[in-house]
T-cell receptor, first 119, second 109 residues
Framework: NAGVTQTPKFRILKIGQSMTLQCAQD?????MYWYRQDPGMGLKLIYY???????DKGEVPNGYNVSRSTTEDFPLRLELAAPSQTSVYFC??????????????????FGAGTRLSVL | KNEVEQSPQNLTAQEGEFITINCSYS?????LHWLQQHPGGGIVSLFMLSSGKKKHGRLIATINIQEKHSSLHITASHPRDSAVYIC???????????FGTGTRLTIIP
């Protein structure tokens, strides 16, 4: 049971390049999330998904796209990388919505993060 | 604007000390999460609270709904507790967490 796996761990991009950050979970969780973490700031939600085929924007979606063709995978795409997208990206998953009163179901499991620099 | 404030931003303590980290929020919430971010960057969920108090080992989390405030306590602190502790809340009517900026805890042997 690997949990949430993110690849790559590190990446340097040039302005205008594109890339896909991969995220996979093997816990059969319906809910998946992409966050970015900037220095001195709280985690910000980029996109989330409540199940295969369903995605929705978070707080900071501009410049990103996602897809959810399977329960396991939730890739995040950067089409035209910009310096403002330099950040650490975390993927997370949970079994239930985050407000569910059954704590063991709404615990979020995080990937190890992807450190991205756009130069 | 719904915000989450944590205090202190940084905390350094001696091994064995009792640690308290605070989290305040602005309006009604349906749930509050405490997370731990290790020095290597990995994030682990510690607790989800909607009322009262929860305890896991040396960690205790409390929430006061009326005062819009939560605390995370660590008893008999140990250097391995050194990490960033993050508070996040789920505001009513919102499916997304709002995160605090974290409290960086350093425990000195």
């Amino acid at each position: 049971n690997a949990g949430v796996t993110q690849t790559p761990k590190f990446r340097i991009l040039k302005i205008g390049q594109s890339m896909t950050l991969q995220c996979a979970q093997d816990m059969n969780h319906n809910y998946m999330y992409w966050y970015r973490q900037d220095p001195g700031m709280g985690l910000k939600l980029i996109y989330y998904s409540v199940g295969a085929g369903i995605t929705d924007k978070g707080e900071v979606p501009n410049g990103y796209n996602v897809s959810r063709s399977t329960t396991e995978d939730f890739p995040l795409r950067l089409e035209l990388a910009a310096p403002s997208q330099t950040s650490v990206y975390f993927c997370a998953s949970s079994r239930a919505p985050l407000g569910s009163l059954r704590e063991h179901k709404n615990i979020q499991y995080f990937g190890a993060g992807t450190r991205l620099s756009v130069l | 604007k719904n915000e989450v404030e944590q205090s202190p931003q940084n905390l350094t303590a001696q091994e064995g000390e009792f640690i308290t980290i605070n989290c305040s929020y602005s309006v009604g919430i349906s749930a509050l999460h405490w997370l731990q971010q290790h020095p290597g960057g990995g994030i682990v969920s510690l607790f989800m609270l909607s009322s009262g108090k929860k305890k896991h080992g040396r960690l205790i989390a409390t929430i006061n709904i009326q005062e819009k405030h939560s605390s995370l306590h660590i008893t008999a602190s140990h250097p391995r507790d050194s990490a960033v502790y993050i508070c996040a809340v789920l505001y009513f009517g919102n499916e997304k967490l709002t995160f605090g900026t974290g409290t960086r805890l350093t425990i000195i042997p």
